[in-house]
């Protein structure tokens, strides 16, 4: 059983789309993750919630701990966001992380 | 600034040989991680270490072990590589803590294929 679903696993957008990526979750939580990852590229943290919601510049990361379902918005696509998604948990008292598969984003110009 | 780097960054091994994939972190950070990455498994972790001398075992921890003998490094090595550790490896570290403290910062990666 995945502890993490994340959906769609692929997604193609034109640019200017609003993008959402989705991501469920069976398990309790501290916190929850969204990574990103360029191809051939490292890891990078994109936001860290435990409620509400976070944003930075075009990303939005909402987090409804009652449904433990999560989602990543992306306003104005542009194809530099065309990347991997990675939603990843902290379990209640641990420290490492869970990931589900991730999600691959294509930007069309 | 302070960093995480991972070396070598691409090594090609045999079956049955010794490998160890070095991770140096100056974040002073406590807990550090080691990954793999595959096609249609995702990122699945190995081991993990909260501090000098503590290593765990994670979800994928058959054939490597990790020391940790100061803050900054956390070696992963194979014992006797197999061509199914093949993979993309992904070391990280966080401070641990609440809030922000346990956000995850990784390194390049280390690409180890295994003839």
């Known amino acids: 059983k995945n502890e993490v679903e994340q959906s769609p696993q692929n997604l193609t957008a034109q640019e200017g789309e609003f993008i959402t990526i989705n991501c469920s979750y069976s398990v309790g939580i501290s916190a929850l993750h969204w990574l990103q990852q360029h191809p051939g590229g490292g890891i990078v943290s994109l936001f860290m919630?435990?409620?509400g919601k976070k944003k930075h510049g075009r990303l939005i990361a909402t987090i409804n701990i009652q449904e433990k379902h999560s989602s990543l918005h992306i306003t104005a696509s542009h194809p530099r966001d065309s990347a991997v998604y990675i939603c990843a948990l902290t379990g209640a008292g641990s420290y490492q992380l869970t990931f589900g598969k991730g999600t691959k984003l294509s930007v069309i110009p | 600034d302070a960093e995480i780097t991972q070396s070598p960054r691409h090594k090609i091994t045999e079956t049955g040989r010794q490998v160890t994939l070095a991770c140096h972190q100056t974040w002073n950070h406590n807990n550090m991680f080691w990954y793999r990455q595959d096609l249609g498994h995702g990122l699945r972790l190995i081991h993990y270490s909260y501090g000098v001398h503590d290593t765990n075992k994670g979800e994928v921890s058959d054939g490597y072990s990790v020391s940790r003998s100061n803050t900054e490094d956390l070696p992963l090595t194979l014992e006797s590589a197999a061509s199914s550790q093949t993979s993309v490896y992904f070391c990280a570290s966080s401070l641990a803590g609440a809030g922000n403290d346990n956000e995850q910062f990784f390194g390049p990666g280390t690409r180890l294929t295994v003839l």
């Open positions: 919630l435990s409620s």
